[in-house]
């Protein structure tokens, strides 16, 4: 069974038409990054920044996942 949603604003189908052209796997590889400079700050004792960038990894999983479904499922 579908779910109904309204019908979306013409901003948001400006925006996925140009993020649907990366892959998904770009998505992972920005995460791992942000996962592999956080490790690397973390080990020169800058611990704030590591902290600040090692927060961009849930995010940048979000987008590949809404990146997936929006390919996979299309939009209005």
Same mark, same amino acid.
């Given at each position: 069974?579908?779910?109904?949603?309204p019908?979306?604003?013409q901003a948001?189908?400006?925006? $996925?038409?140009?993020? &649907? @052209?990366?892959? &998904?796997t770009a /998505?992972?590889?920005?995460?791992? &990054?942000?996962?592999?400079? &956080?490790?690397?700050?973390?080990?020169?004792?800058?611990?704030?920044?590591?902290?600040?960038?090692?927060q961009?990894?849930a995010?940048?999983?979000?987008f *590949?996942? /809404?990146n @997936?479904?929006?390919?996979? $499922? *299309?939009?209005?």
């Amino acid at each position: 069974m579908a779910l109904t949603t309204p019908n979306e604003g013409q901003a948001t189908k400006e925006i $996925e038409k140009v993020t &649907s @052209k990366l892959p &998904s796997t770009a /998505y992972l590889a920005l995460a791992v &990054s942000a996962m592999a400079a &956080s490790a690397a700050l973390k080990c020169l004792c800058r611990d704030k920044g590591a902290l600040f960038i090692g927060q961009w990894v849930a995010p940048f999983l979000l987008f *590949g996942i /809404y990146n @997936k479904i929006v390919k996979t $499922e *299309g939009h209005d």
